[in-house]
């Protein structure tokens, strides 16, 4: 517990510093600036952006890509509620209500709403995110640096491959179970995919502690 605390407090300080606010402020005002544009996308802004960010400290590097991260997601919310042109499968839900507000008048109001409801979501996945991977960082270093540097290569690439097939299998049927299902479908999707994420996870681990 005094590591997972003195990890959460090394990463707090880095965050909260002058430096980290400031490449997080203009990693969310490039992000929405490219996002806003119809069909550019959370992973495009990201690709064209990154460049950006060779030159500069890891730590503060990786704030401002999770500014642009952030900010692309915002961004492509605004064309979604004044146009009625979500450029992603993530925007069209806000673009049912939105957009109708827009037209009543009422914009800023869907674009407030859109920011703060943006802004929560994000803070309490975020804690929720960082609490399980310091949990299991430290509930399980022991046993993966246990592991040949082989298998821990192996490992980390089926993490990373499963978070990518699986972000792109929820983009791709996200918007199809919504239309046929409403939010139901939207999260029976979300729930399968994270127990196929889980079992293959599963299965990975129990093949590398053999090696």
């Known amino acids: 517990m005094d590591q997972l605390l003195q990890n959460i407090a090394l990463g707090?300080?880095?965050?909260?510093?002058?430096?980290?606010?400031?490449?997080?402020?203009?990693?969310?005002?490039?992000?929405?600036?490219?996002?806003?544009?119809?069909?550019?996308?959370?992973?495009?802004?990201?690709?064209?952006?990154?460049?950006?960010?060779f030159h500069l400290d890891p730590n503060y590097a990786l704030i401002m890509l999770g500014g642009i991260y952030y900010g692309a997601s915002y961004g492509g919310s605004t064309a979604s509620i004044l146009m009625n042109l979500p450029g992603t499968a993530t925007s069209a839900v806000t673009g049912l209500d939105?957009?109708?507000?827009?037209?009543?008048?009422?914009a800023g109001q869907a674009l407030f709403m859109t920011?703060?409801?943006?802004?929560?979501?994000?803070?309490?996945?975020?804690?929720?995110?960082?609490?399980?991977?310091?949990?299991?960082?430290?509930?399980?270093?022991?046993?993966?640096?246990?592991?040949?540097?082989?298998?821990?290569?192996?490992?980390?690439?089926?993490?990373?491959?499963?978070?990518?097939?699986?972000?792109?299998?929820?983009?791709a049927a996200a918007a199809p179970a919504w239309l046929a299902f409403?939010?139901?479908?939207?999260?029976?999707?979300g729930l399968a995919l994270a127990g196929v994420a889980t079992v293959l996870q599963s299965l990975a681990w129990g093949r590398t502690q053999s090696c």
């Open 12 to 53: 707090l300080s880095v965050a909260f510093s002058l430096e980290g606010l400031l490449y997080c402020f203009i990693g969310v005002f490039l992000g929405t600036l490219v996002g806003v544009l119809p069909g550019i996308g959370i992973m495009a802004t990201l690709a064209m952006l990154m460049p950006i960010t």
């Open 98 to 106: 939105g957009y109708p507000m827009a037209k009543q008048g009422r």
């Open 115 to 171: 920011a703060i409801a943006s802004f929560v979501g994000s803070i309490v996945g975020v804690i929720l995110l960082d609490f399980a991977v310091q949990v299991s960082l430290v509930s399980n270093q022991h046993l993966v640096y246990a592991l040949r540097p082989d298998a821990r290569a192996r490992l980390n690439t089926i993490f990373m491959g499963t978070m990518f097939l699986g972000g792109a299998a929820g983009s």
């Open 182 to 189: 409403g939010w139901p479908g939207t999260v029976a999707i």
